[in-house]
């Protein structure tokens, strides 16, 4: 008689949460067929379907629901007991899946994520980059990193960055041809790269106007959803861009990119690294955040 291991009822609730056999593979890190298979061996001894499958959606069935809203919270418990046994190990070890935003990934890389795996080569560090803010807890990672406005009110927050600065900047040769602006209002006579964010919505650029924060809704030839091609763009002298500083902190230093308009420069709070309270936390865990301390005690200067 087949019996479902653990494997199996993570398949499935991995399946529930990303409603895609595609994304949940991903997440498993095994392939589609294996997990569609592993589901649907699953549902064969259930002698139910747990998922309505289309070719363009996956949702739960009512049955479905209900196996999922029991078996949550007693897998979560198993997922628990073994992370408390994990947790008295001597060397951490295992997965840590963490979700960040591509600046703040960028700047926690060296200082803290690589020097942690210089410190526990045991451990896998599984870092997931996206624009789009995500509920740690319900897609399955164990940490996140955003800026501290936007951290949850209920998760653990460790801030692991000075407060970030937004800039505007251009290339030599844009300057040789345009003005440099003055004030803000300057921008809406320049050609500027516009910046889609993962909702759908043009950013509007933000500044510091005699204590108050006024947006700029700036026009120009392209609209790019990523800092990189929007970095690109600019150096090429198609226009102004706006990033944060650290995006384009290199190229400000070798002078390929130009900043303006800095005394209207909009600072935003540090990057925290943040998540929710746990019972009994990994080894693994245990070390990360001691580590993420250990960087926020320090000085700026010596991060």
Known sequence: ?????????????????????????????????????AVAKLEASLGVRLFNRTTRSVSLTDAGRTFVQQVGPAL???????????GQQATPSGVLRINAFATAAREVLSPLILEYLRCYPDVHVDLVTEGRLVDVVAEGFDLGVRVADLVPSDMIAVPVSPALRYVVVGAPRYFDTHPAPQVPSDLLHHACIRIRLPNGALFR????????TVHVDVTGPITLDEAGLSRTAVLEGLGLGFFMEPDVRSEIATGRLIPVLESFALQRPALCLYYPGRKNPSAAFKAFVALARRIAEQPNEQR
């Open 1 to 37: 008689m087949y019996r479902a291991g653990l494997s199996d009822l993570d398949a499935v609730l991995a399946v529930a949460r990303r409603a895609s056999f595609r994304r949940a593979a991903l997440d498993l890190g095994v392939s589609t067929t294996a997990l569609s298979n």
């Open 76 to 86: 979560q418990d198993i997922h628990g007991a073994m992370d408390l046994v994990r």
């Open 205 to 212: 650029w933000p500044f510091t106007l005699r204590g108050e």
